[in-house]
């Protein structure tokens, strides 16, 4: 931006704002407060992907006694650790699933960084290294 006073010109730098919404990024504890870069788009898609495939599963698991992870493998062309290590995104933290689907996990946290986290959810942030949010 320029203005002109005169014949002294005077420039001024300007960027307008991003008309995107900005994202806040779970930070772990002692982190040093810098502007990380969100996970990627790609890697919220496949994260996705496997947690609807995950309480699919397990929905079809808890409904239908025949069903099991062997069965769900061969008709998945998956073998059965695949299938039983994405099922552990069906008992992931529900703030750690609202933060990855939204994008507010830092880069570098994915599906595989996700799967066989500990049952329970405190355990779970603590094992990524992230800092749980406050429970109401």
Same mark, same amino acid.
């Given at each position: 931006m320029a203005a002109v006073d005169g014949g002294n010109t005077i420039h001024l730098p300007w960027t307008p704002r991003s008309p995107q919404r900005r994202r806040e990024i =779970?930070? +772990?504890d002692g982190s040093r407060l810098t502007a990380l870069r969100p996970? $990627?788009?790609e890697a $919220?898609? $496949?994260f /996705?992907? +496997?947690l609807r495939n995950a309480r699919h599963w397990l929905d079809q698991l808890v409904a239908d006694p025949a069903a099991s992870i062997a069965s769900i493998a061969a008709r998945e062309k998956r073998t059965e650790r695949s299938i039983r290590q994405t099922l552990s995104l069906a008992f992931?933290? %529900?703030a750690l =699933?609202?933060?990855a689907l939204q994008g507010h996990l830092p880069r570098g946290f994915g599906l595989k960084r996700l799967l066989d986290l %500990? =049952? /329970?959810w405190p355990e779970q942030w603590s094992k990524l290294g992230l800092?749980? %949010?406050a429970r109401p």
């Open positions: =779970v930070q +772990g996970m $990627r788009s $919220r898609s $496949r /996705a992907i +496997g992931l933290d %529900p =699933v609202e933060a %500990p =049952v /329970a800092k749980a %949010p």
